[in-house]
């Protein structure tokens, strides 16, 4: 070289300002020879790099920061096992349509096929960002310098527009550290690409309100979909004024805050006989901003949770492939869940100015749920130790401020969860619906707090689930959050056990050696939390917690309760099509008994 340096900063500088000018504050990731020149310009940056201990904590903790955020999230990723560690939390954050912006390094260009250190190459050269295709809704691979800004751009854009997702940015080592002028950036600065979101005609809202307001049995029945349109004022509007009865899905759940008098909770597997019911006997089902997904739809087999045909469905959201694709539709509308309930709030009220009351409908929601909480109270009241479940969730909910934000993990801190937890904030349950991922919400917890510090942050996870990624409390004693990690111990992947019981009549490889109360050689997970240098408590006695939780969340430490507790299945009046394939001759149920 002639010693000539080409004016201007690297590639990894620009992506730096970039993120600094759509206001990022915080990057998740793990590091590696690929991306240290990025890191190098995140030291320079007031943009936050939080360092994880695996590259699957990243992916949580970004999924759930982009949740309470509303925008997309930034994960920084090293090549190949550093991709492939990030990809269970970049498909999590798919299959529930969060916005996500994956940057991982990758191998030099001029050794593309030649089996560099770390290639991934069996079947094509340098095709690690390829694993990622079926999840993401676009992956690049960055093959040249000056086409960063404008694929940055796009890629900003694409996971938050439409129905939002992650998309991955895929950039060979050498692009990031090479120089380059700053037209190509300075060329997309003003291009905000801000969009208006697609609403509906009038003449389709009037359709749809003549329709709900001549249904016998209407209802209205939400997904994901209400929260992130931030549509929850809207929903309430228009179901109070149409006096809808509203079902949700798992991920709708606190769409409307679920003491609401019109909520009648959630539909599925796990849901209660009144909103199965109610479902199945709606003449009109409104569906708004939700895919009708199995686990919500009791595996589609009728006379469990939706009759359609039968019920007509009315059916909105932004995502054209997701209307028609499991039920007959009568009208469908792509639009904005925000937007269309807009429209549809006016032209109700223009159409029916008094409104629809429902008292007897009322009353019949209130008489259950009073009835549903006494059949819980002995159980919710219950001094057992192991502790039951169904006490757990009432002292944890009697602990919590309204706007407390709740990750779940799968198990019974799920399906018990969405079934008779009360969320009283919309957003504020974060909960992997779609890819279902254990080990999800103990990272997804630091996501949450980052995001929201000023509220309290608790992630209720089964003891399997803690077990997944533990060294995320490294990451959260480091930035001293007040997090609470409530590990509900029943020693077992209880969910599985429960089903492998009811189907083979053994838990062979579903539970873990001794019992809740004395695991035999299971980790105490109030010392993994004392030796990461947080708080660790491991209950004695059922009237242990409620006192342990108040002085976890004055605390303010990272405090991770050890809570033992009887494995017991979740409650369901739903179907699980598994049931036929394990057991096509018997009717096996998991009623809990
Ligand atoms: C990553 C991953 N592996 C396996 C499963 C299958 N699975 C669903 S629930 C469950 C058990 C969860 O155990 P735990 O976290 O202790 O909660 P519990 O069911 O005992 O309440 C398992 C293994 C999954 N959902 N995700
Ligand atoms: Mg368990």
């Given at each position: 070289?002639?010693?000539?340096?080409?004016?201007?900063?690297?590639?990894?500088?620009?992506?730096?300002?970039?993120?600094?000018?759509?206001?990022?504050?915080?990057?998740?990731?793990?590091?590696?020879?690929?991306?240290?020149?990025?890191?190098?310009?995140?030291?320079?940056?007031?943009?936050?790099?939080?360092?994880?201990?695996?590259?699957?904590?990243?992916?949580?903790?970004?999924?759930?920061?982009?949740?309470?955020?509303?925008?997309?999230?930034?994960?920084?990723?090293?090549?190949?096992?550093?991709?492939?560690?990030?990809?269970?939390?970049?498909?999590?954050?798919?299959?529930?349509?969060?916005?996500?912006?994956?940057?991982?390094?990758?191998?030099?260009?001029?050794?593309?096929?030649?089996?560099?250190?770390?290639?991934?190459?069996?079947?094509?050269d340098a095709a690690q960002w390829e694993i990622y295709r079926?999840?993401?809704?676009?992956?690049?691979?960055?093959?040249?310098?000056?086409?960063?800004?404008?694929?940055?751009?796009?890629?900003?854009?694409?996971?938050?527009?439409?129905?939002?997702?992650?998309?991955?940015?895929?950039?060979?080592?050498?692009?990031?550290?090479?120089?380059?002028?700053?037209?190509?950036?300075?060329?997309?600065?003003?291009?905000?690409?801000?969009?208006?979101?697609?609403?509906?005609?009038?003449?389709?809202?009037?359709?749809?309100?003549?329709?709900?307001?001549?249904?016998?049995?209407?209802?209205?029945?939400?997904?994901?979909?209400?929260?992130?349109?931030?549509?929850?004022?809207?929903?309430?509007?228009?179901?109070?004024?149409?006096?809808?009865?509203?079902?949700?899905?798992?991920?709708?759940?606190?769409?409307?805050?679920?003491?609401?008098?019109?909520?009648?909770?959630?539909?599925?597997?796990?849901?209660?006989?009144?909103?199965?019911?109610?479902?199945?006997?709606?003449?009109?089902?409104?569906?708004?901003?939700?895919?009708?997904?199995?686990?919500?739809?009791?595996?589609?087999?009728?006379?469990?949770?939706?009759?359609?045909?039968?019920?007509?469905?009315?059916?909105?959201?932004?995502?054209?492939?997701?209307?028609?694709?499991?039920?007959?539709?009568?009208?469908?509308v792509v639009a904005d869940a925000k937007a269309a309930l807009?429209?549809?709030?006016?032209?109700?009220?223009?159409?029916?100015?008094?409104?629809?009351?429902?008292?007897?409908?009322?009353?019949?929601?209130?008489?259950?749920?009073?009835?549903?909480?006494?059949?819980?109270?002995?159980?919710?009241?219950?001094?057992?130790?192991?502790?039951?479940?169904?006490?757990?969730?009432?002292?944890?909910?009697?602990?919590?401020?309204?706007?407390?934000?709740?990750?779940?993990?799968?198990?019974?801190?799920?399906?018990?969860?969405?079934?008779?937890?009360?969320?009283?904030?919309?957003?504020?349950?974060?909960?992997?619906?779609?890819?279902?991922?254990m080990g999800f919400g103990p990272p997804g917890a630091i996501?949450?707090?980052?995001?929201?510090?000023?509220?309290?942050?608790?992630?209720?996870?089964?003891?399997?689930?803690?077990?997944?990624?533990?060294?995320?409390?490294?990451?959260?004693?480091?930035?001293?959050?007040?997090?609470?990690?409530?590990?509900?111990?029943?020693?077992?992947?209880?969910?599985?056990?429960?089903?492998?019981?009811?189907?083979?009549?053994?838990?062979?490889?579903?539970?873990?050696?001794?019992?809740?109360?004395?695991?035999?050689?299971?980790?105490?997970?109030?010392?993994?939390?004392?030796?990461?240098?947080?708080?660790?408590?491991?209950?004695?006695?059922?009237?242990?917690?409620?006192?342990?939780?108040?002085?976890?969340?004055?605390?303010?430490?990272?405090?991770?309760?050890?809570?033992?507790?009887?494995?017991?299945?979740?409650?369901?009046?739903?179907?699980?099509?598994?049931?036929?394939?394990?057991?096509?001759?018997?009717?096996?149920?998991?009623?809990?008994?």
């Open positions: 070289m002639d010693g000539a340096k080409l004016e201007g900063k690297t590639v990894a500088e620009h992506i730096v300002d970039f993120l600094e000018r759509r206001e990022v504050k915080h990057v998740f990731g793990l590091c590696g020879h690929t991306n240290i020149a990025v890191l190098a310009a995140l030291a320079e940056s007031p943009i936050d790099f939080v360092t994880v201990r695996h590259e699957q904590i990243a992916s949580h903790a970004a999924d759930a920061y982009a949740r309470v955020t509303d925008k997309a999230s930034v994960v920084l990723s090293h090549l190949s096992p550093g991709l492939t560690n990030c990809a269970t939390g970049v498909a999590n954050a798919a299959l529930d349509c969060i916005p996500m912006v994956v940057i991982a390094g990758d191998i030099p260009t001029h050794y593309y096929g030649k089996h560099p250190h770390q290639e991934v190459n069996l079947h094509a079926p999840f993401v809704k676009r992956a690049w691979r960055v093959d040249r310098a000056d086409l960063m800004a404008e694929i940055l751009e796009k890629a900003f854009h694409l996971a938050e527009s439409g129905q939002p997702g992650p998309v991955l940015v895929n950039v060979p080592m050498d692009i990031f550290s090479e120089v380059i002028p700053s037209d190509s950036f300075d060329r997309i600065r003003d291009n905000t690409r801000a969009l208006k979101k697609p609403s509906i005609d009038d003449e389709s809202a009037r359709e749809i309100v003549e329709a709900l307001a001549k249904a016998e049995n209407p209802v209205a029945y939400v997904g994901g979909g209400i929260l992130l349109a931030q549509a929850s004022e809207e929903l309430r509007e228009f179901v109070e004024h149409m006096g809808l009865p509203v079902a949700h899905s798992l991920m709708g759940k606190g769409a409307l805050r679920d003491d609401h008098p019109l909520v009648l909770g959630m539909t599925g597997f796990w849901g209660t006989e009144l909103v199965n019911q109610s479902c199945l006997n709606a003449d009109y089902i409104f569906a708004v901003g939700t895919r009708f997904k199995e686990a919500d739809c009791s595996s589609w087999y009728p006379g469990y949770t939706f009759n359609i045909p039968g019920s007509k469905v009315i059916h909105i959201d932004i995502e054209p492939q997701e209307i028609g694709r499991n039920y007959p539709t009568e009208i469908g807009r429209v549809l709030n006016r032209v109700a009220r223009e159409m029916y100015p008094d409104g629809f009351k429902r008292p007897a409908l009322e009353q019949k929601i209130a008489d259950f749920r009073t009835d549903f909480k006494a059949r819980n109270l002995e159980m919710a009241i219950s001094s057992a130790f192991p502790m039951m479940p169904e006490r757990i969730l009432a002292d944890t909910r009697k602990a919590l401020p309204e706007d407390a934000i709740i990750t779940t993990d799968v198990g019974w801190n799920k399906n018990g969860v969405g079934q008779q937890f009360d969320i009283l904030t919309p957003g504020s349950i974060l909960t992997p619906g779609g890819f279902a991922t996501g949450a707090k980052l995001a929201a510090p000023d509220r309290v942050v608790l992630s209720l996870v089964g003891d399997g689930g803690f077990g997944q990624n533990p060294s995320m409390l490294a990451t959260a004693v480091e930035l001293d959050l007040g997090i609470i990690w409530l590990v509900m111990n029943n020693n077992a992947f209880g969910t599985i056990a429960g089903l492998q019981k009811a189907h083979y009549g053994l838990t062979y490889g579903t539970t873990f050696p001794g019992s809740a109360e004395a695991p035999a050689n299971g980790p105490g997970y109030a010392d993994i939390a004392r030796a990461y240098g947080a708080e660790g408590h491991r209950l004695s006695a059922a009237d242990e917690l409620l006192p342990a939780l108040e002085a976890a969340i004055a605390s303010g430490k990272p405090t991770v309760l050890d809570v033992p507790m009887i494995n017991n299945p979740t409650p369901t009046t739903g179907h699980w099509n598994i049931l036929d394939i394990y057991s096509p001759d018997k009717d096996v149920s998991h009623v809990a008994t």
